[in-house]
């Protein structure tokens, strides 16, 4: 670009880029996506059902319509068939929750200059025990596992490996998605005990009691029980540093029959670590969240396996709509 050419249009739409953030945050906190629903409203019947200021639900509104996630028709308002969708309640893909658990993230980002400096985080572990914020992340993970897994199970081959641990899996959304494609398959979903109840819940809400059973515990301080000859690890190497990173993939290993395969799935910094854009941006947020967190490369987790004697260690290569990578090693 010439010297004259040069305008800071460019710098200025990333520096105002959270006013769109925050008016959708706005908008899932308040719920005006389930309570359009299917109908088309006028901004005074929404502000009613709000109980808000109508001038105030008015701008919302027309907001939200310049940012596509309305359409207003003389007069009234509607949902697209992506805000009906993603972001009504009574959809089963609703992503709502995890817009929400990035609400909650919103004043440690405000202070990220205070983490360079430091190299410390600044959004302490305290903020999960506000049940709305947990329920928000907790759920969150599951929204991204619904609409992630029937995208990436049927791209990858198995080879016939029929017990699966799903380690670090929460509510166990991957199990359950991992049984559903593979009738044959048995499942152990791997967590701290305070997550239990909301897996079973979850485990049970698809019929897989039988099949799916839960593990209490912490991968970090305690031993893995069991055999299995698959192994899959989702994003949870980021929240911790190299050394428990290797740590966990040891003992994943350890708990590996032979000839198994252990499958890690991450937001995967490419080897120069400076791509892809997301990638690095939640390395940051791993910065503001936890005391030595960040994306790894494939070569580094390549590595971590290779210590751990995993063998044919590779990426491969599937599609997601959050454009998260998953690489594999096997046990010899």
């Not at 200025?12 to 308040?30: F, G, M, N, Q, R």
């Not at 003389?74 to 805000?83: Q, V």
């Not at 817009?99 to 302490?124: E, F, Y």
């Not at 997301?278 to 390549?302: C, D, I, P, R, V």
């Amino acid at each position: 670009m010439k010297q004259d050419e040069l305008n800071p249009g460019s710098l200025l739409k990333i520096s105002d880029a959270y006013w769109k953030t925050c008016t959708l945050h706005a908008a899932v906190k308040l719920d005006i996506f389930t309570i359009i629903g299917s109908e088309k409203l006028a901004e005074t019947e929404v502000a009613k059902r709000l109980q808000a200021d109508e001038r105030a639900t008015g701008m919302l509104l027309n907001a939200l319509c310049a940012m596509e996630l309305l359409k207003k028709i003389d007069g009234n308002y509607e949902n697209t068939l992506l805000s009906t969708t993603f972001l009504s309640r009574n959809s089963p893909r609703y992503v709502g929750y995890i817009i929400q658990h990035h609400q909650h993230l919103v004043a440690s980002w405000n202070q990220l200059d205070i983490a360079i400096k430091t190299g410390r985080p600044v959004r302490t572990r305290s903020l999960f025990s506000d049940p709305e914020v947990r329920e928000a992340f907790l759920m969150g993970m599951f929204n991204i596992a619904m609409n992630t897994a029937p995208h990436v199970i049927p791209q990858i081959d198995l080879g016939g490996r029929k017990r699966l641990l799903d380690l670090g899996g929460g509510p166990g959304t991957w199990a359950i998605h991992f049984c559903l494609k593979y009738p044959e398959m048995t499942a152990a979903v791997y967590d701290l005990p305070g997550t239990k109840p909301f897996a079973v819940r979850t485990i049970e809400r698809f019929g897989l009691s039988e099949r799916i059973q839960f593990l209490g515990g912490s991968y970090l301080d305690d031993p893995i029980p069991g055999m299995f000859d698959l192994i899959w690890l989702s994003q949870i190497l980021h929240g911790e540093g190299p050394d428990a990173c290797s740590l966990i993939i040891q003992k994943a290993a350890d708990a590996l029959s032979p000839g198994g395969m252990i499958l890690i799935h991450e937001f995967m910094l490419e080897n120069s670590m400076d791509q892809p854009l997301f990638a690095t941006l939640f390395s940051l947020n791993m910065l503001l969240g936890t005391e030595s967190g960040q994306a790894y490369s494939e070569q580094q987790l390549e590595g971590m396996l290779t210590r751990a004697g995993l063998q044919n260690i590779h990426r491969i290569p599937i599609h997601t709509p959050n454009d998260s990578s998953v690489i594999a090693g096997y046990k010899p």
